[in-house]
């Protein structure tokens, strides 16, 4: 049944959006200087869209274009032990930059040389470490708890100390990462025992580098082990034994940090506990977070799933990496994997070559596919070295002065800039959940969004009905979501996405809640309906309500009011189905005896 004006006939409706220009209509200078700002994972993807892209994605003008471009460079850190008569731990540290030392026709090699600017002696390099612009930020201590901030400006050399946090902290146990283009500093404390287990609570600090101030962002509850950290997607991952944490900014306090247990992807969709491995070393290339697990080797995380995956080549095949990994990182958009061996003379180690495996990274469809393009020695390092650290800030040609550079995005054009009959066409097409976030940006838009002009403008479009019909027992729901068909069963959520390869198209997992502070537990209850509304999964769970299904998180969680209360809901029978843009519930009560025939009826 639709909703329709008597005397007009109802407009056509597609909820197609319109095909895209294609590119085919621009030059190819204007493609190419497109092309030149999409990362090199994405190529193989778009060389399947046309002949012309993929001559395109492989031609030198694209290469010297994107030359061309401000980009990062790889400094190396190596932190070397001295020998000293009183016995105490001495270090010292030594940097160079990964760079090209020849080139051929058919070859190109690769090594560490010294850093054109050199930089001064300082003991807090090896503290933890994030990188932000051209500036190399160490943060805290590195066997002591210490409040202390140094940055390192590499295109000066200059070293100099900034504002003091206010808890004191030390590498490895502070997790640090970049959201917006701010310092997230996370943990770093020694640990307390509780409920049989070991945790730190302790106050999240942002740094703001435009600034230059820090402030705090609630405590929050972290594990003790040491951790590998790194920012993905507007969040900070922190990888440790056999558990990966994520914490989110734009969650609300006591809901920021959510521990996983690490598990990986196996055949046939199945997860499988990530056992017996350590961690290496972590990296991001192109948004996307990579691990390096001793002995399992190289992989990387899926963020839709919340599951660990092996890197493999574009055959499917594992790639033949090493059992270990000293460092990791992003060159050019490929992956660089550094690690150190003994050279031996006769049977006394002297030295340690410095070896490198550049890999390049292509997206096929979900899949992040491999192939190692090169793979050398880089540097011969005395044997006392211990640890490579290696970070990415921003670097420019000689020649060329320093353009100026921003973490943050462009924004986006003003709303204001439109005419209200334009911006009331647009809010008519966005779904009605999003109108309580809209109402915040401005005054304006608070007052269109109440307008009964867009009411009007929302009746237009054909919409759909909403038919019931009842049926006694229901044994797995089911609803498409983000192009993938959720089925919901007793105890356990699959998700089945076609998009995927043969065999790993199906995930099952254990149905789980998300609690305060951000502890998943088991949800061990009847599902008695799901439904889908504005492109979200939600589904009444037998005692428990209405919840939602987080499918970044893969969590189920309660629907709340914006009090942030539960809302007050039956406990059993129900059915659900979206309607004009809001949550239907359908509930069925008990209504009384009939007398002729012993029947009971109930009201719905």
């Known amino acids: 049944m639709s909703n329709s004006n008597a005397v007009e006939p109802p407009k056509k409706y597609t909820t197609h959006p319109p095909p895209p220009h294609s590119l085919s209509s621009l030059p190819d200078d204007i493609v190419l200087s497109c092309l030149a700002r999409v990362p090199r994972s994405y190529h193989l993807n778009i060389s399947w869209v046309s002949k012309h892209l993929k001559a395109l994605v492989r031609s030198p003008e694209l290469n010297l274009l994107r030359s061309t471009l401000p980009k990062s460079s790889l400094h190396v850190c190596f932190e070397e032990e001295e020998d000293h008569e009183d016995d105490e731990n001495h270090s010292s540290f030594h940097w160079f930059t990964l760079k090209e030392t020849s080139t051929t026709a058919t070859t190109t090699e690769y090594g560490l040389v010294p850093n054109p600017t050199p930089f001064p002696p300082h003991p807090k390099y090896g503290s933890s470490t994030v990188a932000v612009g051209s500036k190399i930020f160490f943060i805290g201590g590195f066997t002591e708890p210490s409040k202390d901030l140094w940055i390192l400006d590499t295109r000066s050399g200059n070293m100099t100390q900034g504002p003091s946090m206010t808890v004191a902290r030390k590498q490895p146990k502070a997790a640090v990462g970049v959201i917006d283009g701010k310092i997230y500093v996370i943990g770093g404390r020694d640990f307390s025992f509780s409920n049989g287990r070991f945790h730190e609570e302790v106050q999240v600090e942002v740094f703001d580098p435009e600034s230059e101030t820090w402030e705090l962002a609630g405590q929050e509850r972290v594990r003790k082990f040491s ?47 990530l056992k017996n491995v350590t961690v290496g070393c972590v990296c991001v290339v192109e948004d996307v977070l990579f691990a390096f697990f001793n002995p399992t080797g190289l992989m990387w995380f899926d963020t839709k799933l919340y599951v660990w995956r092996k890197l493999v ?20 958009g490929r992956l660089v994997v550094l690690y150190m061996l003994a050279e031996k003379e006769v049977h006394n180690p002297v030295a340690k070559s410095v070896r490198c495996i550049f890999v390049s990274l292509d997206r096929a469809g979900d899949m992040i596919c491999g192939t190692i393009d090169w793979s050398g020695i880089v540097a011969t390092v005395p044997f006392l070295t211990s640890s490579i650290n290696a ?69 237009i479009p054909q919409k759909s009905s909403l038919n019931a019909c009842f049926q006694e027992y229901v044994s797995r729901c089911g609803a498409s979501v983000e192009g993938k068909l959720y089925m919901v069963e007793y105890e356990e959520t699959s998700v089945y996405n076609p998009r995927e390869c043969e065999g790993e198209r199906m995930v099952h ?61 039956v406990l059993h029978e129900t059915a659900m189905a979206e309607h004009d843009g809001r949550l239907e519930v359908l509930w069925d009560g008990l209504r009384g005896e009939n007398e002729v025939d012993n029947t009971y009826t109930k009201n719905v």
């Not at 080549?313 to 050019?332: C, V």
């Not at 969590?555 to 809302?567: A, H, I, Y």
């Open 509 to 569: 997992m254990v149905s789980q809640r998300l609690e305060k502070g951000g502890r998943k537990d088991r949800l061990n209850d009847t599902v008695d309906c799901v439904c889908v509304v504005d492109d979200v999964l939600f589904a009444f769970v037998r005692w428990n309500g209405i919840m939602w299904f987080d499918t970044k998180l893969s969590v189920w969680r309660r629907l709340v009011g914006r009090d942030g209360k539960q809302l007050p809901f």
């Open 391 to 459: 970070t990415m800030p921003l670097s420019y040609d000689a020649d060329e002065p320093p353009k100026k550079y921003s973490t943050h995005p462009l924004p986006p054009p003003s709303l204001s800039s439109l005419p209200d009959d334009i911006v009331l066409r647009c809010l008519a097409l966005v779904p009605r959940s999003y109108h309580l976030s809209l109402s915040w940006v401005s005054k304006n838009l608070r007052s269109l969004v109440r307008s009964p002009e867009l009411r009007g403008l929302r009746s």
């Open 227 to 273: 951790r590998c950290s790194a920012s993905v997607e507007g969040k900070v991952f922190m990888v440790e034994y056999t558990r990966t944490s994520v914490y989110n900014p734009r969650e609300g306090e006591g809901e920021r940090m959510v521990h996983m247990v690490s598990k990986t992807l196996a055949e046939g969709g199945r997860k499988d506990r």
């Open 313 to 332: 080549g574009r055959d499917g095949k594992e790639l033949p990496f090493i059992l270990r990994a000293d460092a990791m990182g992003e060159y050019e």
